[in-house]
T-cell receptor, first 112, second 115 residues
Framework: NAGVTQTPKFQVLKTGQSMTLQCAQD?????MSWYRQDPGMGLRLIHY???????DQGEVPNGYNVSRSTTEDFPLRLLSAAPSQTSVYFC???????????FGEGSWLTVV | AQTVTQSQPEMSVQEAETVTLSCTYD???????LFWYKQPPSRQMILVIR??????QNATENRFSVNFQKAAKSFSLKISDSQLGDTAMYFC????????????FGKGTKLTVNP
């Protein structure tokens, strides 16, 4: 049971480039979400999904795009990377009746 | 909007002693969940303990316990018999009941356990 798996773990991008952070979970969880963590801050919600085909915006959605075509996968797309998107990104999931939110190990993204 | 405040940016404690981390929150909701997450240097987010607001009994997990004061909107974490492995950032988080996925986090408290 791998839990929540994020790839890549480290990435350096140039301003204006696009990329996708991958997130997969093998727990058949309905809810999945993406957070970012900046220095001196707690995690802030970017986008979330309550099931396949359903997504919604969180607190800081600008510059990011998501889709949920399967229960297992919830990729986060940066359409045109900016230095302000340098951060650590966490994917998370939980089951419909579960209280515990499981986090991936994080993806370190640097935009230069 | 809900907010979570951790007023202690950094704390330190001697090994084997007890330390309490503070957390206050603001909400107009009556039903919600509160969490403490530990983030060691590896950056992995690890759930330490959770509390359902409708439960009056304070949650306990081994050496970790909370003091939940609903009227005061306070949710402190007590770590007993501190161990070197407890050194980490600790985040308090709030979640409304009813399927909302938004966890609102405080800014964290950096705890150092000294030998």
């Amino acid at each position: 049971n791998a839990g929540v798996t994020q790839t890549p773990k480290f990435q350096v991008l140039k301003t204006g480039q696009s990329m996708t952070l991958q997130c997969a979970q093998d727990m058949n969880h309905e809810y999945m979400s993406w957070y970012r963590q900046d220095p001196g801050m707690g995690l802030r919600l970017i986008h979330y999904s309550v099931g396949a085909g359903i997504t919604d915006q969180g607190e800081v959605p600008n510059g990011y795009n998501v889709s949920r075509s399967t229960t297992e996968d919830f990729p986060l797309r940066l359409l045109s990377a900016a230095p302000s998107q340098t951060s650590v990104y966490f994917c998370a999931s939980r089951g419909y009746r579960g209280l515990t939110i499981y986090f991936g190990e994080g993806s370190w993204l640097t935009v230069v | 909007a809900q907010t979570v405040t951790q007023s202690q940016p950094e704390m330190s404690v001697q090994e084997a002693e007890t330390v309490t981390l503070s957390c206050t929150y603001d909400t107009s909701e009556n039903n919600y969940y509160l969490f403490w997450y530990k983030q060691p240097p590896s950056r992995q987010m690890i759930l330490v303990i959770r509390q359902e607001a409708y439960k009056q009994q304070n949650a306990t997990e081994n050496r970790f316990s909370v003091n939940f004061q609903k009227a005061a909107k306070s949710f402190s974490l007590k770590i007993s018999d501190s161990q070197l492995g407890d050194t980490a950032m600790y985040f308090c988080a709030f979640q409304t009941q009813g399927g909302s996925e938004k966890l609102v986090f405080g800014k964290g408290t950096k705890l150092t356990v000294n030998p």
